[in-house]
């Protein structure tokens, strides 16, 4: 796995952690727990990727994808958790 990759999980972490801040106010933990959460999927989809054999360069938007996917499924997990708490 190349350091590129690795970026590239974070950023996408990154992006969708301040996304779902930005448009789902309530329900959180505030914008720290979202950008962790969005790391903490980017990098279970890239564990994904890596389990699915998902060339890195000749598939760059399967991987953002699947690391998108898991970055926002675990943030809407944790709001819906949160709401029913």
Known sequence: MSPGVLVTWA???????CLAHLIVRSGGYGPTADVLLGLAGSAAGGAICQALEIPQEAERFA???????????????????CRGA
């Open 11 to 17: 950023v996408v972490g990154l992006i969708t952690g």
């Open 63 to 81: 991987m953002v994808a699947v690391v998108f996917a898991g970055a926002s499924s675990l943030i809407a997990a944790q709001r819906m958790w």
